[in-house]
Structure formats: structure tokens, C-alpha cells
């Protein structure tokens, strides 16, 4: 019998056999593949979102769980493009230019991708102009900039000045470990999120 519940709880565990083999099931089942997406995957990557920020978990955990989330993805995602399921939005995110670090800004795709949203991970080193333009191509609620250093973190103001110069409409969020609401504020970023959690939150607002 589908257990969505016990989805939800394989994917904390980071169980990812666990989780393609209920996922299975209960597609197999006829259970919509929405209400499993939901009350399965999302439900399970929202408790791993609130661990994380509560510190009860750390970035290992979350990835393990994050690879869960993608073995059940695998099978249920052809189901819903068959479904016509619509995606939350679409969130266009990336590291920006001439910074390497990703592993932040991938916790920060995995938890849209687990809230719903349809992502564009532009990887690292992204310069300006290919945020914007994906973001226009996409027609994209959000962009998401990620910097973890001093020297690069000033590239996020030109993203900002050339997705207003372009007319881009996408919500831009930014955030990486030296940035600060105050320089959020600062370079005229719609929003700052501390932690990939928090991220997703504020994201989910833009849809
Ligand atoms: Co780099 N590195 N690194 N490094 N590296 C730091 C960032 C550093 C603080 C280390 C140090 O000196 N103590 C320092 C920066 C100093 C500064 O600018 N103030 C530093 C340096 C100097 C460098 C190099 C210049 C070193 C050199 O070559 N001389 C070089 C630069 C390369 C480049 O980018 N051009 C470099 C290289 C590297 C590696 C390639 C070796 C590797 C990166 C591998 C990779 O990412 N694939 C690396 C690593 C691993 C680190 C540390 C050790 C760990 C970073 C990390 O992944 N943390 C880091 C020191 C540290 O932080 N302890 C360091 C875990 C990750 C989950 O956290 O990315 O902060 P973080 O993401 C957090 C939040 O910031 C937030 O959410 C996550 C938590 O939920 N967040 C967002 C991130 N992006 C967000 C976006 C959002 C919202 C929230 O919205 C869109």
C-alpha cells in the first residue's frame, strides 16, 4: 500500500533506495503523482530544511537526503510532465563571477528543487549577463546569487544593475557566508537569506 509518510521518512534518512522503492510503489498504485511529490518528497525535504537551520543537522546529512530527493525525482518526474504538474516557479541560480564555491549554492538549488520550484543551476564563475539572460529566456521569478568571498561578492551589483537595466523582472535573492542584509540592502538585492533553509522561504514568497 502507498506509504507517503514513510517517503517522507526514508528521504530524511537519506535512504535513497528506500525512497525510489516507495515512490514506485505508490505511482504503481495509481497515487497522483503531485500528492506524492507533496505529502512524500517535499513533506520530507521541508523537516530536513528545519533540522538544517536548527543546526540538528549539518551539510553531509543534507546531501545524502539530497540525493534521496533526486532517486525519487528520477521516477516521478517524467509522471508529472505526464501530469501537466506546473512547477512553483522558476528560480535561476548560480555562484558569481570568479568564485568556485559550490557546495552552498547547491544546498540552495536542492531545496527549491524539493519545494517545487523548477531550477536553473548556471554552476560557478557565472558573469552577469548569463544570469540575466537566463532569467529573461526563462522568464524567471527569482534569480538566486551565491558568493563566498570578499573579492567576489561585489559582482553581485552588477547582476542587480543590469537585471534593472534589462527590464528583468525576476526577484533577485542573494546570500553566501561574508554576505550581510545590510550589504543586501546596499546593492538593492530584493532579499538575503543566511542559509539555504531560509532561502528557499524567502523564494517561495516571489512566486
Ligand atoms: Co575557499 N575560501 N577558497 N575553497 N573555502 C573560503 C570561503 C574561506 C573563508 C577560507 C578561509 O580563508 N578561512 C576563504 C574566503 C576568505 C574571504 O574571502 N573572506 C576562501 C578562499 C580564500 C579561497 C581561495 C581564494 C583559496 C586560494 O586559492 N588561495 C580559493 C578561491 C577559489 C575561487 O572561488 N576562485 C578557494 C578555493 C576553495 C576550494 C576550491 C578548495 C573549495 C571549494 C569547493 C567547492 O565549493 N566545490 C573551498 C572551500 C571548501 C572553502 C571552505 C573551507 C568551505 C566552504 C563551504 O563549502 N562551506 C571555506 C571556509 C569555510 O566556510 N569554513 C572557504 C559549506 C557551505 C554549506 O557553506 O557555502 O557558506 P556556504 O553556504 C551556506 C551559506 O553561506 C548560505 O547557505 C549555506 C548554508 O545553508 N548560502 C546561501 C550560500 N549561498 C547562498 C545563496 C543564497 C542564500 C544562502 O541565496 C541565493
Known amino acids: 500500500m502507498a506509504n507517503l509518510?514513510?517517503?517522507?521518512?526514508?528521504?530524511?534518512?537519506g535512504n535513497a533506495d528506500k525512497v525510489k522503492e516507495l515512490v514506485k510503489t505508490a505511482a504503481d498504485e495509481g497515487v497522483e503523482a503531485k500528492k506524492i511529490l507533496d505529502e512524500g518528497?517535499?513533506?520530507?525535504?521541508?523537516?530536513?530544511?528545519?533540522?538544517?537551520?536548527?543546526?540538528?543537522?549539518?551539510?553531509?546529512?543534507?546531501l545524502v537526503s539530497a540525493r534521496a530527493m533526486h532517486a525519487g525525482m528520477d521516477i516521478l518526474g517524467p509522471l508529472l510532465v505526464a501530469s501537466g504538474?506546473?512547477?512553483?516557479?522558476?528560480?535561476?541560480?548560480?555562484?558569481?563571477?570568479?568564485?568556485?564555491?559550490?557546495?552552498?549554492k547547491n544546498?540552495?538549488?536542492?531545496?527549491?528543487?524539493?519545494?517545487?520550484?523548477?531550477?536553473?543551476?548556471?554552476?560557478?564563475?557565472?558573469?552577469?549577463?548569463?544570469f540575466v539572460q537566463s532569467a529573461l529566456d526563462e522568464n524567471a521569478d527569482a534569480i538566486g546569487l551565491s558568493a563566498l568571498l570578499t573579492t567576489t561578492m561585489v559582482n553581485m551589483k552588477s547582476v542587480i544593475e543590469l537585471a534593472k537595466n534589462k527590464d528583468c523582472k525576476a526577484k533577485i535573492v542573494v546570500g553566501g557566508a561574508p554576505l550581510t542584509q545590510n550589504y543586501a540592502n546596499e546593492i538593492g538585492a530584493d532579499g538575503y537569506a543566511p542559509d539555504a533553509a531560509t532561502a528557499a522561504e524567502l523564494v517561495g514568497g516571489f512566486a
Open 5 to 13: 509518510k514513510g517517503i517522507a521518512e526514508a528521504l530524511i534518512e
Open 107 to 130: 544546498l540552495v538549488a536542492m531545496m527549491l528543487k524539493g519545494a517545487g520550484w523548477k531550477v536553473i543551476d548556471l554552476g560557478v564563475d557565472v558573469d552577469a549577463d548569463m
Open 85 to 104: 504538474v506546473k512547477a512553483r516557479g522558476t528560480f535561476v541560480v548560480g555562484t558569481v563571477k570568479g568564485d568556485l564555491h559550490d557546495i552552498g
Open 41 to 62: 518528497l517535499i513533506s520530507g525535504m521541508e523537516v530536513v530544511g528545519v533540522r538544517f537551520k536548527n543546526c540538528e543537522i549539518y551539510v553531509p546529512e543534507v
